[in-house]
């Protein structure tokens, strides 16, 4: 990070009476960045996105924004746009007076906020919208002029809570992409929530992981998905296996009689672990191959999944734990593999992970 970031959020803390949301949160953020807060429901992202725009103030800590304390200050007194999962139109204003609301507060000329809202329209892709009403545009549309109304008055700091939630699919990736292009064009600091992975991989600079009102990890989207610094962190970022172990010594997990080769880097002979693999880096081997990590598996479901399959595997090594590989449809082609049939595959030893056990 650098020495002077746009926002820097120091040892905040956010209670609700006994219920502490927020637990010490430490951050900064970039100017021109785009961070995501991700996590479960109830991790505290919203909260902690409302305490930065002064909606619900933090018990404790410090907010500061491009070197100014705006920890006490009003929502009026900060210098953000926002934008809210139910977009908050004014459903009897038009296009047009939803995105120059803002502007006219200010007491601008006229002139200046039709040329402004005709701008704002035409950046977000709806030159022709602006005497309709919000209940003549369909939802992607009217995210498009909620995002333009918080940009209008070029916000240092934009929020996105949440945006996309309330789209379908289709929609909502078009949308994000159309978001990252956009903020990339207007070089705004924005900060966005979400609960959807695929959201904070696709679009984040950096992914702000958060569980229990802390946060377990800060990161570029490869750098979580490749290293994920907990369990946690693993399970909420794409799709792991897991299996239970314990170290058996330097390079080595036990895992029900069995030893598996892995890292195990600072963690004590005879420590309860977690052992991961991600499906995508399960290897298929030749049946009769002798490989590091090898495991015989029976196939116990196969789910077409387009470009690949995801193959429910079995294993007395396994015991109850379910374990995934993903194959692509070419090798399962190839292959002919299917339900009942039993596969060679190895654990590749430098990417198994290997984490303090759950609890």
Same mark, same amino acid.
């Given at each position: 990070?650098?020495?002077?970031?746009?926002?820097?959020?120091?040892?905040?803390?956010?209670?609700?009476?006994?219920?502490?949301?927020?637990?010490? !949160?430490?951050?900064?953020?970039?100017?021109?960045?785009?961070? #995501?807060?991700? &996590?479960?429901?109830? #991790?505290?992202?919203?909260?902690?996105?409302?305490?930065?725009?002064?909606?619900? !103030?933090?018990?404790?800590?410090?907010?500061?924004?491009?070197?100014?304390?705006?920890?006490?200050?009003?929502?009026?007194?900060?210098?953000?746009?926002?934008?809210?999962?139910?977009?908050?139109?004014?459903?009897?204003?038009?296009?047009?007076?939803?995105?120059?609301?803002?502007?006219?507060?200010?007491?601008?000329?006229?002139?200046?906020?039709?040329?402004?809202?005709?701008?704002?329209?035409?950046?977000?892709?709806?030159?022709?919208?602006?005497?309709?009403?919000?209940?003549?545009?369909?939802?992607?549309?009217?995210?498009?002029?909620?995002?333009?109304?918080?940009?209008?008055?070029?916000?240092?700091?934009?929020?996105?809570?949440?945006?996309?939630?309330?789209?379908?699919?289709?929609?909502?990736?078009?949308?994000?992409?159309?978001?990252?292009?956009?903020?990339?064009?207007?070089?705004?600091?924005? !900060?966005?929530?979400?609960?959807?992975?695929?959201?904070?991989?696709?679009?984040?600079?950096?992914?702000?992981?958060?569980?229990?009102?802390?946060?377990?990890?800060?990161?570029?989207?490869?750098?979580?998905?490749?290293?994920?610094?907990?369990?946690?962190?693993?399970?909420? !970022? &794409?799709?792991?296996?897991?299996?239970?172990?314990?170290?058996?010594?330097?390079?080595?997990?036990?895992?029900?009689?069995?030893?598996?080769?892995?890292?195990?880097?600072?963690?004590?002979?005879?420590?309860?672990?977690?052992?991961?693999?991600?499906?995508?880096?399960?290897?298929? #081997?030749?049946?009769?191959?002798?490989?590091?990590?090898?495991?015989?598996?029976?196939?116990?479901?196969?789910?077409?999944?387009?470009?690949?399959?995801?193959?429910?595997?079995?294993?007395?090594?396994?015991?109850?734990?379910?374990?995934?590989?993903?194959?692509?449809?070419?090798?399962?082609?190839?292959?002919?593999?299917?339900?009942?049939?039993?596969?060679?595959?190895?654990?590749?030893?430098?990417?198994?992970?290997?984490?303090?056990?759950?609890?």
């Amino acid at each position: 990070m650098t020495s002077n970031p746009y926002l820097r959020i120091s040892n905040v803390s956010k209670k609700f009476g006994e219920f502490e949301a927020l637990k010490n !949160i430490s951050l900064e953020v970039n100017e021109t960045e785009f961070v #995501c807060f991700l &996590g479960p429901s109830g #991790c505290g992202k919203t909260t902690l996105l409302r305490a930065i725009a002064g909606l619900d !103030i933090q018990t404790t800590g410090r907010i500061e924004q491009a070197g100014r304390d705006i920890s006490a200050l009003p929502p009026s007194e900060r210098d953000f746009g926002i934008v809210f999962q139910s977009y908050a139109l004014f459903p009897n204003l038009t296009v047009e007076k939803n995105v120059a609301f803002g502007l006219e507060n200010r007491g601008l000329a006229r002139a200046q906020i039709r040329e402004r809202v005709g701008e704002l329209l035409d950046v977000v892709g709806l030159p022709d919208q602006g005497r309709k009403y919000p209940a003549q545009l369909s939802g992607g549309q009217q995210q498009r002029v909620a995002l333009a109304r918080a940009l209008a008055t070029s916000p240092g700091l934009l929020l996105l809570d949440e945006p996309l939630s309330a789209l379908d699919a289709r929609v909502r990736a078009r949308l994000r992409l159309e978001i990252k292009l956009l903020q990339q064009q207007l070089k705004v600091t924005t !900060i966005m929530v979400t609960h959807d992975q695929e959201e904070a991989l696709t679009m984040a600079d950096r992914i702000v992981v958060m569980d229990h009102g802390i946060i377990e990890q800060v990161g570029a989207p490869r750098d979580i998905y490749a290293t994920p610094s907990s369990a946690f962190v693993a399970d909420f !970022i &794409g799709t792991m296996n897991f299996l239970g172990g314990t170290v058996a010594g330097d390079g080595e997990v036990d895992v029900r009689g069995r030893r598996l080769k892995c890292d195990t880097a600072n963690m004590p002979a005879g420590a309860a672990v977690t052992v991961s693999v991600r499906p995508e880096d399960v290897v298929l #081997c030749a049946d009769d191959a002798d490989v590091v990590n090898g495991i015989d598996t029976e196939i116990r479901y196969v789910e077409f999944l387009g470009s690949f399959c995801r193959v429910g595997l079995a294993s007395d090594l396994f015991g109850e734990d379910e374990v995934c590989a993903d194959l692509s449809s070419n090798m399962m082609r190839e292959r002919a593999i299917d339900r009942g049939m039993t596969l060679r595959v190895r654990f590749p030893e430098n990417l198994v992970r290997v984490f303090p056990a759950r609890s």
